[in-house]
């Protein structure tokens, strides 16, 4: 198993700044994934942190708008740039060797006024 | 495209109570089935996961889950239900291969009352 932190916790922001994400596994993990749960909704995925080399994005995300590092492997941190009311949401981050041996972080509650 | 529906959005049960929360799944082959659970504030924990073999799964927490390839379908159930199992609970299902995604339903807001 994996133990994932993520920092901040929670974080209120104004529109048109961004906030960075950091995500931590306390070990070293394969895959690194990152998630929105918006309000009342379930989970989706934003795209796959890939070590070394550029995020994989699914589709109605782009990079410029949610930046996703990976230096290593047990670290990656996501950005959410020029913020609208409508990125408010819990980013989750998850981390394992395979897609299906997820561990989740306690999530980033992010509110944009 | 593989998906995963979760019927019903609010569940109230009595504490000492069985539970059942179904889910249904899409997939165009032998899926790998999960459930995780989400209690407020914290993030999700996996409770239990199907890849093959038996049908019938078992998970922490006294949970366990039937795998019904007939149905599509992969419901969790707990025969008596604790206070403490309150929470969100989300199926998921995911592919075969190493870099296959997971696709959560829409949850399953479980209430306990006392």
């Known amino acids: 198993s994996a133990v994932i932190s993520q920092k901040p916790s929670r974080d209120i922001c104004q529109r048109g700044t961004s906030l960075t994400i950091q995500c931590q596994v306390d070990s070293q993990v394969t895959m690194m994934f990152w998630y929105r749960q918006q309000p009342g909704q379930s989970l989706t995925l934003i795209a796959t942190a890939n070590q070394g080399s550029e995020a994989t994005y699914e589709s109605g995300f782009v990079i410029d708008k949610f930046p996703i590092s990976r230096p290593n492997l047990t670290f990656s941190t996501l950005t959410v740039s020029n913020m609208s009311p409508e990125d408010s949401s819990i980013y989750l981050c998850?981390?394992?060797?395979?897609?299906?041996?997820?561990?989740f972080g306690p999530g980033t509650r992010l509110t944009v006024t | 495209a593989q998906s995963v529906t979760q019927p019903d959005i609010h569940i109230t049960v009595s504490e000492g109570a069985s539970l059942e929360l179904r889910c249904n799944y899409s997939?165009?082959?032998?899926?790998?089935l999960f459930w995780y659970v989400q209690s407020p504030g914290q993030g999700l924990q996996l409770l239990l996961k199907?890849?093959?073999?038996?049908?019938l799964v078992q998970g922490i927490k006294g949970f366990e889950a039937e795998f019904k390839r007939s149905q599509s379908s992969f419901n969790l159930r707990k025969p008596s239900v604790h206070w403490s199992d309150a929470a969100e609970y989300f199926c998921a299902v995911g592919g075969t291969g190493t870099a296959s995604k997971l696709t959560f339903g829409t949850g399953t807001r479980l209430q306990v009352t006392l």
């Open positions: 998850s981390g394992g060797q395979t897609s299906y041996e997820q561990y």
């Open positions: 997939y165009g082959a032998t899926p790998y």
């Open positions: 199907y890849f093959s073999g038996d049908t």
